[in-house]
């Protein structure tokens, strides 16, 4: 049974560029969930999608934001990019909304420069 | 407010010691879920155990054992005879339980970076 796979693993952008981040959950799973982890900060929940609607968002600004498709993969988009935006970018999927047995991915690693 | 704390920001120890990696949270709710993760360094986060709010039951599956005290608001995680390929952060993760349409969110502490040498 695959994982959660993200793409792309690295990436490097320039400051004011964006970038799209993609998430493909469990087979089946159809709660996907965002986070950013930074050595300051540590992970910080981003937002979570379930049937394709935004059900929780974490405190960031509007420059972050994501989508979910009808096949429940998951992309997410920061525009305008920081260098404090320099982070892994963690995705989790869940079978569904409400049951907390999250199953991480290995994470997108964004450089900004 | 919900909050983790992992006081412990590393801590090394030799094969074969037994080890135990703090938690305290933080919250108001009384139906809420606690999570250990493991993040070696390839940087995906494993999944360790899950506990209720109303499961205080300790549990132990292999050298892994866990230590849930809602009297001192604490989830306290023991390596006995830890290995080498126990190097990694841990994190406790604490959520709520799902109420309405809203979803749920993990609140992490900042992590233990567990070193084994041989």
């Known amino acids: 049974k695959a994982g959660v796979t993200q793409t792309p693993r690295y990436l490097i952008k320039t400051r004011g560029q964006q970038v799209t981040l993609s998430c493909s959950p469990i087979s089946g799973h159809r709660s996907v969930s965002w986070y950013q982890q930074t050595p300051g900060q540590g992970l910080q929940f981003l937002f979570e999608?379930?049937?394709?609607?935004?059900?929780n968002k974490g405190n960031f600004p509007g420059r972050f934001s994501g989508r979910q498709f009808s096949n429940s993969r998951s992309e997410m988009n920061v525009s305008t990019l920081e260098l404090g935006d320099s982070a892994l970018y963690l995705c989790?999927?869940?079978?569904?909304?409400?049951?907390?047995?999250?199953?991480f991915g290995s994470g997108t690693r964004l450089t900004v420069v | 407010a919900q909050k983790v704390t992992q006081a412990q920001t590393e801590i090394s120890v030799v094969e074969k010691e037994d080890v135990t990696l703090d938690c305290v949270y933080e919250t108001r709710d009384t139906t809420y879920y606690l999570f250990w993760y493991k993040q070696p360094p390839s940087g995906e986060l494993v999944f360790l155990i899950r506990r209720n709010s109303f499961d205080e039951q300790n549990e132990i599956s292999g050298r892994y054992s866990w230590n849930f005290q809602k009297s001192t608001s604490s989830f306290n995680f023991t390596i006995t005879a830890s290995q080498v390929v126990d190097s990694a952060v841990y994190f406790c993760a604490l959520s709520e339980a799902i109420r309405t349409q809203a979803g749920t969110a993990l609140i992490f502490g900042k992590g233990t970076t567990l070193s084994v040498s041989s």
């Open positions: 999608y379930f049937s394709e609607t935004q059900r």
């Open positions: 989790a999927s869940s079978l569904r909304q409400g049951y907390n047995g999250y199953t």
